[in-house]
């Protein structure tokens, strides 16, 4: 017996995987079957081998550091800084701490980006600042990006001006409604980042239980259509004492169904690399994702000053999920590759 009768479903699964790209009806075709279904298990295994065919087999790991801390005015009603609710107080971490983490990340040479992450409002000259010092440190082979709130066009060529290969930035699902920010606001910061001559890494976030499938695809297509050059999926982790906590989250089976779709999706962008699930499993880099993040310092997700003490992952378990999700190398922040073997989780301690 066939696995599927489906012609349909086969002819959206051979277009996305010779990277075509999909249509946002081909998209919301493929999401309307159940996440255990033997329909959705082969889109998650043809996204799956669509990556690896595209990339080498090689996996990503990016480190992000918060560091910078405050009751925040983006309102987010999932985030622990969110400034209705939050119970931090305004906390920027010292030079000597953003060395020691950095160093963390990059003690052996195979980071290929790190990012610096502020609140939605930042000091300009504090990120600067950070910055440079970040640069006296790093190695050459990662890239240094940042993750910070709405920014113009003229800071936007300063920081790169500063060294800055690109940021992150996302217009959120629901965006304005569980958030206090404006969607077009968060556009346009997208358009002057690029315009600027920054690389834009976006993601479908925070995906929940009560996202439809139009809104979840209407999201994917935002970063399409302004032209990122990674795209991800994240679903809404239920922070305790957040609004949104009571609405729960979405399996990372159902995560990773959305994650293959967009994976089929997102590299027609020219220029597209990498496609990231977040946080970190084994069920999005077996569905078409094929990077993942370490973190350290603040993180909207946790409820400690350090996420690292918590929630974030070190290098060493991003290592070893990798190469348990079958990666083979490692693609670092000048685009070379190293061996990801058992041999090399061993020597950098990632077996602990
Ligand atoms: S998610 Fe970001 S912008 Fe929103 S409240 Fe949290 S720190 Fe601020």
Known sequence: MPLTKDDKLLEILEKGSTAGGLSKEECKYLLGFNEHSPEASLTRSVAD???????NNAGVIIGQIGVDIRPCEGGCKFCSFANDTTKFQKYTISDKELVQKIEDFTRFDDLYGLFLMTMHAYEKEMLLHMIDVAKS???????????????????????????????????RLREGVDTALRPEARMQTMRDMISAGLELYTCCEPIGPEHTIDEIVDNFFIGIDIGCIQHACMRRVAVKGTPLE????????????????????????????????????????????????????????????????????????????????????????DESHIPLTLDYLKETGSMD
């Not at 081998?49 to 990339?55: E, P, S």
């Not at 077996?286 to 003490?309: H, Q, Y």
């Open 246 to 333: 009571s609405r729960g989250q979405i399996t990372e089976l159902r995560l990773a169904q959305l994650c293959a779709v967009l994976s089929l999706t997102a590299p027609k962008v020219p220029g597209f690399k990498f496609m990231s699930i977040h946080e970190p499993n084994e069920a999005g880099l077996l569905s078409g994702a094929n990077l993942i993040t370490a973190e350290s310092g603040g993180n909207p997700r946790d409820l400690v000053v350090d996420t690292k003490e918590n929630r974030g992952w070190t290098m060493g378990r991003c290592r070893k999920l990798l190469w348990e999700s079958g990666f083979t190398s490692l693609r670092l922040g």
């Open 49 to 55: 081998d669509f990556t690896r065919r595209r990339l």
């Open 137 to 171: 440190v790093m190695p050459s082979k990662t890239q240094l990006w940042i993750n910070v709130g709405d920014t113009d066009y003229d800071t936007f060529k300063e920081l790169k001006r500063a060294g800055v290969r690109g940021a992150y930035h996302v217009c």
